[in-house]
């Protein structure tokens, strides 16, 4: 069974079968506009949470993604290296940037239920 | 995440607003500070959407751009006035043509860059920076001989419609605008307004500046947004598209410690003006024009896909510091990231190989001449 939990720096995290799948959420590709570059962190990378672990880039200006939470690299996402609009399109889905096995399992539970993420936009 | 919509100069007061405002809002315009004002950077469609259309066959977009200065410098004695402090050739502006130059200070860096236009031999027409209206129109004040008087044109609007069909939406609506030549400029009605109109703008294509009485802007606004060929754009398809079209941005390419020898755009100082002189900045640059200089604004095209923003540093293939980049971005009609900097002059020569250090990288990319995507002013 699995379950998305999200950021105040507007990522999602999804945790399933032991392997959390990051991605930025709707609001947030909403915000940045049409995306035209991603970069990705590497299989095996070891990331911190809160670390700048990704890039997106639209027509005006670059952001920095955060990593959730701590954990290494297992997989990530070529799909939208080559096609960045695919983020746009389906931010929650097909649009997923990296998959890490959590070093911390603890972590996943103390970020922010759907429910709370709404309530969180509601006052940004 | 970090969400930023992009380098904008920081505010002190609350952003003014364009006579526009409303209808910007109505058009699901994101609006955002920008020198000041209260400005779209984009539409519903979005920046991609907006640019490309700008660029299409048949097409055009409509910006609102309000912001910028707009000044009449009325007198006899005008374009002498003027020629003291820009180093274009004023005298030798003719009644209906439009004048692209410069405002140097006493190292020749550039104060603004400006557009003049001759409505009479005794009225010039001047279009200047938002970011910069402040302290040009100050600057040329202080320096107008009796009987020569600058009247602030803050009560009207501009608007540009720029696009391989904004031509065919000026013949149905304007004709007599239709027919100016590139780097024309004149009053027109379009739509029955009255309207003092440029074949000019600052996306590479072919195109008008209108400005418009600001109490009649809403009105032609609407009526050109009707025109099936228009859809509105914002700043940031403004910036992409200029930068694709290898236009200066003040602030970015240009500034006070920049010469237009060093910015490429030497071919604004007038023949008469590279022997006579007689302008701010008159000596560092005809030295240039004669000896060059240590640096030079060069076209970069990045390797990959990784855009490299203002103030990227560039290194030589050999690892020596080469020089800053000034604008930078993905360029849409091309599907790849552009970007023009300083460089040192024995690195800018097209086809140089440099490294652009993005995110501790070093990224390949090379000098290539712009204007990045050719430009298609009517001739």
């Given at each position: 069974m699995s379950e998305t939990r999200f950021t105040k720096s507007h990522e999602w995290v999804c945790l399933d079968a032991g392997i959390a799948t990051v991605g930025i959420t709707d609001h947030a590709q909403e915000a940045l506009g049409d995306l035209v570059f991603v970069e990705l962190p590497e299989p095996g990378r070891e990331l911190t949470a809160g670390e700048v672990c990704a890039v997106v880039e639209s027509v005006k200006a670059a952001s920095d993604v955060y990593c959730p939470i701590a954990g290494r690299v297992v997989e990530n996402n070529q799909a939208i290296v080559d096609d960045p609009a695919l983020v746009n399109r389906e931010a929650a889905t097909g649009g997923w940037f990296f998959r890490l096995a959590p070093s911390d399992p603890a972590?996943?539970?103390?970020?922010?239920?759907?429910?709370?993420?709404?309530?969180?936009?509601?006052t940004e | 995440m970090s969400i930023e919509i992009g380098p904008e100069v920081a505010e002190t007061s609350p952003p003014k607003t364009t006579p526009l405002d409303l209808l910007h809002k109505a058009l699901g315009a994101r609006m955002v500070p920008f020198a000041g004002w209260s400005m779209p950077v984009q539409y519903s469609a979005g920046v991609l959407a907006e640019h490309l259309h700008c660029r299409a066959d048949g097409c055009a977009a409509l910006f609102d751009v309000s912001h910028m200065g707009q000044a009449s410098l009325h007198g006899s004695a005008g374009t002498v006035a003027l020629e003291a402090l820009v180093p274009g050739d004023i005298q030798g502006l003719k009644p209906g043509r439009q004048r692209y130059t410069v405002l140097t200070n006493e190292a020749g860096g550039v104060i603004d860059d400006l557009m003049v236009s001759r409505l009479t031999p005794d009225h010039l027409f001047l279009v200047v920076n938002a970011s910069r209206r402040d302290i040009d129109l100050p600057h040329i004040e202080a320096h107008l001989p009796a009987g020569v008087t600058l009247q602030r044109h803050d009560d009207r609007a501009l608007?540009?419609?720029?696009?391989?069909?904004?031509a065919v939406v000026m013949a149905r609506l304007g004709p007599a605008a239709a027919a100016f030549p590139f780097m024309g400029f004149g009053p027109a009605s379009i739509g029955g307004i009255d309207c003092l109109v440029s074949r000019s703008g600052y996306t590479g294509e072919d195109g008008f500046e209108i400005s418009v009485p600001a109490d009649l802007v809403d009105r032609l606004a609407r009526l050109l947004l009707d025109q099936p060929e228009v859809g509105p754009a914002g700043l940031g398809a403004r910036d992409s598209l200029r930068l694709e079209a290898g236009l200066c941005l003040?602030?970015?390419?240009?500034?006070e410690l920049t010469t237009p020898v060093e910015a490429g755009i030497a071919w604004v100082i007038g023949k008469r003006r590279r022997i006579d002189g007689g302008f701010p900045g008159d000596i560092a640059i005809r030295d240039q024009l004669q000896n060059g200089c240590a640096r030079m604004l060069v076209g970069i095209r990045p390797e990959g896909r990784a855009p490299a923003r203002a103030g990227t540093n560039i290194v030589a293939e050999d690892g020596t510091a080469a020089g800053t980049v000034t604008s930078g971005g993905f360029a849409p009609s091309l599907n790849a990231p552009v970007a023009m900097g300083y460089v040192r002059r024995d690195l800018s020569a097209e086809g140089t190989g440099l490294r652009l250090q993005v995110r501790g990288r070093s990224l390949p990319a090379r000098v290539v001449p712009m204007p990045f995507v050719p430009h298609r002013y009517v001739r």
């Amino acid at each position: 069974m699995s379950e998305t939990r999200f950021t105040k720096s507007h990522e999602w995290v999804c945790l399933d079968a032991g392997i959390a799948t990051v991605g930025i959420t709707d609001h947030a590709q909403e915000a940045l506009g049409d995306l035209v570059f991603v970069e990705l962190p590497e299989p095996g990378r070891e990331l911190t949470a809160g670390e700048v672990c990704a890039v997106v880039e639209s027509v005006k200006a670059a952001s920095d993604v955060y990593c959730p939470i701590a954990g290494r690299v297992v997989e990530n996402n070529q799909a939208i290296v080559d096609d960045p609009a695919l983020v746009n399109r389906e931010a929650a889905t097909g649009g997923w940037f990296f998959r890490l096995a959590p070093s911390d399992p603890a972590a996943f539970a103390a970020l922010m239920d759907a429910a709370t993420y709404e309530a969180f936009l509601e006052t940004e | 995440m970090s969400i930023e919509i992009g380098p904008e100069v920081a505010e002190t007061s609350p952003p003014k607003t364009t006579p526009l405002d409303l209808l910007h809002k109505a058009l699901g315009a994101r609006m955002v500070p920008f020198a000041g004002w209260s400005m779209p950077v984009q539409y519903s469609a979005g920046v991609l959407a907006e640019h490309l259309h700008c660029r299409a066959d048949g097409c055009a977009a409509l910006f609102d751009v309000s912001h910028m200065g707009q000044a009449s410098l009325h007198g006899s004695a005008g374009t002498v006035a003027l020629e003291a402090l820009v180093p274009g050739d004023i005298q030798g502006l003719k009644p209906g043509r439009q004048r692209y130059t410069v405002l140097t200070n006493e190292a020749g860096g550039v104060i603004d860059d400006l557009m003049v236009s001759r409505l009479t031999p005794d009225h010039l027409f001047l279009v200047v920076n938002a970011s910069r209206r402040d302290i040009d129109l100050p600057h040329i004040e202080a320096h107008l001989p009796a009987g020569v008087t600058l009247q602030r044109h803050d009560d009207r609007a501009l608007l540009a419609l720029q696009g391989p069909g904004a031509a065919v939406v000026m013949a149905r609506l304007g004709p007599a605008a239709a027919a100016f030549p590139f780097m024309g400029f004149g009053p027109a009605s379009i739509g029955g307004i009255d309207c003092l109109v440029s074949r000019s703008g600052y996306t590479g294509e072919d195109g008008f500046e209108i400005s418009v009485p600001a109490d009649l802007v809403d009105r032609l606004a609407r009526l050109l947004l009707d025109q099936p060929e228009v859809g509105p754009a914002g700043l940031g398809a403004r910036d992409s598209l200029r930068l694709e079209a290898g236009l200066c941005l003040y602030g970015n390419d240009l500034d006070e410690l920049t010469t237009p020898v060093e910015a490429g755009i030497a071919w604004v100082i007038g023949k008469r003006r590279r022997i006579d002189g007689g302008f701010p900045g008159d000596i560092a640059i005809r030295d240039q024009l004669q000896n060059g200089c240590a640096r030079m604004l060069v076209g970069i095209r990045p390797e990959g896909r990784a855009p490299a923003r203002a103030g990227t540093n560039i290194v030589a293939e050999d690892g020596t510091a080469a020089g800053t980049v000034t604008s930078g971005g993905f360029a849409p009609s091309l599907n790849a990231p552009v970007a023009m900097g300083y460089v040192r002059r024995d690195l800018s020569a097209e086809g140089t190989g440099l490294r652009l250090q993005v995110r501790g990288r070093s990224l390949p990319a090379r000098v290539v001449p712009m204007p990045f995507v050719p430009h298609r002013y009517v001739r």
